[in-house]
């Protein structure tokens, strides 16, 4: 009865699904891309490099992972910690930036998908 209805609908749909929670594309690619390049450089690389000169793995990977929950809004600090940990082993054990960085990523994009259900 209104086919304009039908053409709205449809771009909905198909802005629903390219935006996750309604937020604009660029804002998905900075959490998937951005974000995870520059905090993992500040976090793992440096950070956690001279955190693990001066007090060993052990406390690197904890205290890097601590401050970059505390970065992060209070009810995400705990799952935010775990990829702290996460990324700063993976980090450790690659020795390449990309280990961490595709953590992140996947974490990030990860949240904004299940953020849709």
């Known amino acids: 009865m209104f086919p304009q209805w039908q053409v709205?609908?449809?771009d909905a749909e198909l802005n629903s699904l390219l935006t996750p929670t309604g937020l604009p594309l660029w804002i998905g690619l900075l959490a998937v891309v951005a974000a995870p390049v520059l905090e993992e450089f500040v976090f793992r690389g440096l950070i956690f490099r001279g955190l693990r000169r001066t007090t060993g793995p052990l406390l690197a990977v904890i205290g890097s992972a601590a401050l970059f929950a505390l970065v992060h809004p209070p009810l995400a600090v705990i799952p935010v910690f775990g990829l702290g940990v996460a990324a700063a082993i993976a980090f450790n054990q690659s020795k390449f930036l990309l280990a961490p960085i595709l953590t992140h990523a996947v974490y990030?994009?990860?949240?904004?998908?299940f953020s849709r259900l």
Do not use: F, S
Not at 108 to 113: A, E, K
């Open 108 to 113: 990030n994009g990860c949240m904004l998908l």
């Open 8 to 10: 709205w609908k449809q």
